[in-house]
């Protein structure tokens, strides 16, 4: 069979146009289904310190004004007047009892994902235990607890313990015990929540 000698140009001109609608249809229908399987940021404000009332590690869903202040009771402070029933909701994160100062919870993020509300935090640490620790993000669903946690302390890591083996810190003077929390607000409260730790190992 001879070959055409026809320019390029021209073999592609002659391609009906119909069939090209099918792949552009398809490729939008791809760049909507991937946008929507993104996770969406959610409106929220909230509150952190280390001093709370509270000694228990936990997280705690406020769906009430009586949960909204019974989060600031832990804390050991009234409760701001934000709290608006069946359009808001709370989450209270309390690390528990840690041996000295330099403990914090930093909300990382607080996002819809599918059917949910995920809130992930990570617990901040001294500096020279934070650079001990830090190998790489590794994202702990919270759960049931681990065998070496206390009851009550699902979803949270354990405090560093003198029996870990971690590189040798410079010595440094402990402060008072501390008892870092966190207190977020969400703009909304038609979706289930879950709170989820990052841990550095």
Do not use: C
């Not at 140009?9 to 946008?35: K, Y």
């Not at 402060?175 to 870092?180: D, L, V």
């Amino acid at each position: 069979m001879p070959f055409s000698n026809k320019p390029i140009s021209q073999v592609f001109d002659r391609l009906p146009r119909r069939r090209l609608l099918p792949i552009g249809a398809a490729t939008a229908g791809l760049l909507l289904a991937s946008g929507a399987a993104v996770a969406q940021t959610i409106d929220t404000r909230h509150w952190q310190g280390a001093a709370a009332v509270t000694r228990q590690p936990e997280h705690v869903v406020a769906r009430s004004i009586a949960e909204w202040r019974s989060l600031w009771n832990r804390v050991g402070s009234p409760a701001p007047d934000m709290f608006e029933a069946g359009r808001t909701h709370a989450v209270g994160i309390f690390l528990g009892r840690r041996a000295g100062e330099g403990y914090a919870v930093n909300v990382i993020s607080t996002t819809r994902r599918r059917d949910r509300i995920v809130v992930v935090f990570e617990e901040r640490m001294p500096a020279d235990l934070m650079m001990a620790q830090r190998g790489g993000p590794r994202p702990v669903a919270g759960g049931q607890p681990p065998p070496s946690l206390p009851a009550g302390a699902a979803g949270f890591a354990a405090a560093p313990s003198a029996s870990a083996s971690l590189p040798a810190a410079p010595a440094r003077p402990i402060g008072q015990p501390t008892s870092p929390w966190a207190i977020i607000l969400i703009g909304r409260a038609d979706l289930p929540i879950s709170v989820e730790q990052r841990l550095f190992r």
